[in-house]
């Protein structure tokens, strides 16, 4: 894809779900890609990336990852933050270390990566920054207050982030997924039947005041990888500062 080939990508949170689909299909688009995970063990042989281990939280393990993957294969063309954490709760039950973690996560590691790479993009006056980020920024959610605010503080991150680096020919967006079939998304299954799961995750649970998914169907790691593929390439040369909704319409556009 047009843009994309021989740049070299930074995928954070790649060792699974959406991060391992958003590194797959950078790779097969002809990019050198750089696959950081906390969990370095998971990444494996990856044969079309090579592996860094990186925690997101820490600002100067950043800073080295950043400056490794550099010396190694070149000059970031590409950031993707898709590391996130999922730690689901309703707001009296949450202890101050799970929002603490959840925030470290979703949000201060945007921050991190981000600004290491944004720093050095300036000086090259070119890049693209991606934040995964998540539907339920737009939309309450019950039990998932911390998710929630986490990921509306990296969006508006992101965006106020596009608007400082639009003199210099950097663009930054946001993709918004909803529900994808993920092991973070099996996680919040775990005291239900599956096909209960399932089925009230399509059709909606008015209890929990969701609407369900429109199109559907609960979409596939791949199909937020395509949106965050288009937003990278020269196809997306004019979009900065937008936030796509990846979801089958269950916000409604809300």
């Not at 490794?68 to 070149?74: F, H, I, P």
């Not at 290491?116 to 920024?137: C, D, E, L, P």
């Amino acid at each position: 894809m047009d843009g994309i080939g021989n740049r070299v990508a930074l995928v954070t949170g790649a060792a699974q779900g959406i991060g391992a689909a958003v590194r797959d299909a950078l790779a097969d688009a002809g990019a050198q890609v750089a696959a950081a995970d906390k969990r370095f063990e998971h990444l494996g042989e990856l044969g079309n990336a090579v592996p860094y281990p990186l925690d997101v939280r820490d600002p100067r393990t950043v800073e080295e990852t950043v400056a490794a993957v550099e010396r190694d294969l070149g000059p970031i063309d590409i950031l993707v933050n898709v590391a996130g954490v999922l730690l689901p709760g309703r707001v009296e039950d949450t202890e101050d270390e799970r929002w603490r973690q959840t925030f470290a996560v979703n949000a201060d590691g945007v921050f991190h990566t981000s600004r290491a790479v944004a720093r050095r993009m300036v000086r090259r006056r070119r890049g693209v920054i991606i934040t995964v980020g998540s539907n339920a920024a737009s939309v309450p959610r019950i039990g998932m207050a911390a998710y929630a605010a986490s990921k509306a503080a990296a969006s508006m991150f992101t965006k106020c982030l596009g608007l400082e680096l639009a003199t210099y020919g950097i663009r930054c967006n946001v993709v918004s997924p909803g529900s994808t079939d993920t092991s973070m998304l099996r996680a919040l299954w775990e005291d239900r039947e599956p096909d209960e799961a399932w089925n009230s995750t399509l059709d909606g649970d008015p209890r929990s005041f969701r609407v369900g998914i429109p199109l559907g169907r609960v979409a596939d790691p791949g199909d937020i990888a395509d949106a965050v593929l288009f937003l990278a390439s020269e196809r997306a040369r004019h979009i900065t500062m937008h936030d796509l909704f990846v979801d089958g319409g269950a916000t409604l556009r809300a």
